[in-house]
């Protein structure tokens, strides 16, 4: 239950083109969903993420689509770009507070390339 | 900018050595992580601390132990290193109450 299922595991995607990228969760207490972006050698950085309280985030180019029924949510890279290339991982989390974080819990990568 | 600092970049150590890798933050963030990064495996939690000297196991903590004496440094303990522990190591912080991690470069370590 508390796992974060994402999909696929690698993407080509032509330059322009849209990447799409999808993950599925079951903990119906996961209340914060982020997108992480990982360039070869560095570590993960925060993208974008979105709360359950809302059904679309964008920015830029980025837009998180979430739906809550279905219990899933999914990253558009619009315009992709070579640069776009990397690792991208989502994410779920419970938000404690007065006590210990709420703990990330990863998908477990998407490899995107973007071609020229 | 928050600064997540880990002691090396890459790291070869021989099976049965104690091996100890540092992360340090300069940004006096309560809670602070050790990842695992496996390819086809994503992230995976180790050990989480949120205050000094507080500790919490993750999804697997089997083979390491974690120490935070001071508030901006938490270190991860491979007590006997194992072939099978050789992947990248990921240290993360993040304030109390937001959901943001921030994470180190990584280590890089092989056990031969």
């Known amino acids: 239950q508390q796992q974060v299922k994402q999909s696929p595991q690698s993407l080509i995607v032509q330059k322009g083109g849209i990447s799409i990228i999808n993950c599925a969760y079951e903990n119906t207490a996961f209340d914060y969903f982020p997108w992480y972006q990982q360039f070869p050698g560095k570590g993960p950085a925060l993208l974008i993420a979105?709360?359950?309280?809302?059904s679309e985030k964008k920015e830029g180019r980025f837009t998180i689509s979430f739906n809550k029924s279905a219990k899933q949510f999914s990253l558009h890279i619009m315009d992709s770009q070579p640069g776009d290339s990397a690792t991208y991982f989502c994410?779920?989390?419970?938000?404690?507070?007065?006590?210990?974080?709420?703990?990330?819990?990863f998908g477990k990568g998407t490899k995107l390339s973007v071609k020229p | 900018d928050v600064k997540v600092t880990q002691s090396s970049r890459y790291l070869v150590k021989r099976t049965g050595e104690k091996v100890f890798l540092e992360c340090v933050q300069d940004m006096d963030h309560e809670n602070m992580f050790w990842y695992r990064q496996d390819p086809g495996l994503g992230l995976r939690l180790i050990y989480f601390?949120?205050?000094?000297?507080?500790?919490e196991k993750g999804d697997i903590p089997e083979g390491y132990s974690v120490s935070r004496e001071k508030k901006e440094r938490f270190s991860l303990i491979l007590e006997s290193a194992s072939t099978n522990q050789t992947s990248m190591y990921l240290c993360?912080?993040?304030?109390?109450?937001?959901?943001?991690?921030?994470f180190g470069q990584g280590t890089r370590l092989t056990v031969v």
């Open positions: 994410a779920a989390s419970t938000t404690y507070y007065g006590g210990s974080q709420g703990n990330l819990i």
């Open positions: 993360a912080t993040a304030v109390t109450g937001r959901t943001e991690a921030f």
């Open positions: 601390s949120y205050d000094v000297k507080m500790k």
């Open positions: 979105i709360r359950p309280d809302v």
